[in-house]
């Protein structure tokens, strides 16, 4: 059987020269890549105390419902602004170039419960720590943050202090 790291598809110097892009869509074509991927990340909490599966707009979506089911978990997404339909909480990030905003449903989650965050990617982890207040703004306890893949490199794990955070691949560039 092949490594993770084997599925994942480097596009060099996209979007731009010197950046290695890291594509997951070469994973989530192989049914074996896919099936390693989610299982992979489900491992990373086979001893934690779950309540809740958060994944983050969109890719979190795509890795977290699956573990959702398997565990027989709720499964709470974590949108852009403007895109959940009920009243909602939201709390702002800087990108590059600008801010972004993301929400939850004010609803989604309840105070004490244990949450795992999902996503695809760790980068600059701007989305995340946003995710992770609005959770806690809502009472939730985060116990751990998952990310399929990391690029070190943009030191993403610094804002996230303080948490359990695990990915299943690691690259040490950016």
């Known amino acids: 059987m092949k490594k993770i790291e084997e599925y994942v598809r480097s596009i060099p110097d996209f979007p731009e020269p010197g950046i290695i892009f890291r ?17 992979s990340l489900q491992d990373l909490i086979k001893d934690v105390d779950v309540d809740v599966i958060v994944g983050a707009e969109s890719r979190g979506f795509i890795f977290g419902m699956p573990m959702a089911y398997n565990l027989h978990k709720p ?3 974590v949108r852009k602004k403007g895109k959940l339909p009920c009243e ?8 590059e ?14 105070p004490g419960q244990k949450v ?16 992770v207040k609005l959770i806690e703004e809502l009472g939730g306890e985060v116990v751990k943050i998952l990310f399929l893949m990391e690029l070190a490199g943009l030191k993403g794990r610094e804002k996230l202090k303080g948490y359990d955070v695990a990915s299943v691949i690691r690259y040490e560039g950016k």
Do not use: R, W
Not at 97 to 110: F, L, M, R, T, V
Not at 117 to 131: R, Y
């Open 75 to 77: 499964f709470v997404p």
């Open 23 to 39: 594509d997951i869509t070469s994973i989530l074509q192989d049914a074996d890549g896919l099936h390693l991927a989610i299982d």
């Open 88 to 95: 909602t909480i939201s709390q702002s990030y800087d990108l």
């Open 116 to 131: 795992v965050i999902v996503d695809d990617l760790i980068a600059t982890g701007g989305t995340m720590e946003a995710a």
């Open 97 to 110: 170039y600008g801010q972004a905003e993301i929400e939850i449903h004010k609803d989604a989650i309840k």
